[in-house]
């Protein structure tokens, strides 16, 4: 597998984004039609947001936009860049700059929603050698593959699993990336969201207790009219900002506050959450 997306990346470094996302569309598109178990499972995720089944239209442009965000880990991080409005990023790198100003640490949460990488790479340029982003550990090669990928962007990675080095960061006072919306392990918390028991992992909440950093959430997410352009999505404020006890209650309290904020986003747009695992309880 690492040697297949390797080759694949020699392949498509020159291609322009707009001709690669609509090579990757064209294999989503086989995957649409074909349907199957994630097929299902991606339409009872957005009818708990929606409160409907979701039509076709909305749920192709859900497998485009993943897509899209596939073929982009195969370019430059200079190239992305270009695409992003980095205007839209400035409050809110300027809100982690006046937190590791005062020599605190930082943990920005995001979901599987537009280009969750891209967030961990311009924090980088923003941050250079300060940000760190956990990741889940894939079978075969792709994990190799894709923390070569991150790391070329500038990001140092460790995995899931390592919460020791997860503190290590953030007592040194750096910033740790965590895409927080899919609890694979289901050992997690079960908050309601949009009213329903989900499973949310726990990891960000019992990291900022035990740190002492404050949460910052936003997501990167592509603009409906222009595919090839990215902005930032925040709401200029921080979770668990004044330093809560570290208990259970305070626990699901952050966790509670954090999915409050996955339901903003999806209320705007469900179409750019690439969610094809189970979230609810049955």
Partial sequence: ??????????????????????????IAYFAFLAGGPRKETLKQNLSRITGKNPDSKTLWQNYRNYAMYYFD?????KKLAESFDMKS??????????????????IVTTMHYGNWDLGGAILSYF?????????????????KWFTETRSSWGMNVIKSTDVKAMLRVLKS???????????LEKTGFNPLFFGKKAY???????????????????????????????SVFWDNTLINNEKLARTPENEEKITGELVSKFEA??????????????????
Avoid: H
Wanted: with cysteine.
């Fill in 73 to 77: 880990l195969f370019k430059d991080k």
């Fill in 1 to 26: 597998m690492y040697r297949l997306l390797k080759f694949t990346g020699m392949l498509l470094k020159n291609i322009p984004r707009k001709a690669g996302y609509f090579f990757f569309s064209l």
């Fill in 200 to 230: 949310i992992p726990s990891g960000p909440a019992k990291l900022s207790l035990m740190s002492g950093a404050p949460i910052l959430f936003g997501v990167f997410k592509r603009l409906p009219d222009n595919p090839l352009k990215y």
């Fill in 265 to 282: 986003v999806l209320k705007q747009d469900p179409s750019q959450w690439c969610m094809l695992q189970k979230v609810w309880l049955e």
């Fill in 127 to 143: 941050f250079p050698g300060k940000v760190t982003v956990v990741v889940e550990e894939l079978s075969g090669g792709a994990y």
């Fill in 173 to 183: 006072g750096g910033i740790l990336v965590l895409v927080s919306d899919r609890d």
């Fill in 89 to 106: 990023f400035e409050p809110l790198a300027a809100s982690v700059k006046q937190n590791l100003d005062k020599g605190a640490p930082m």
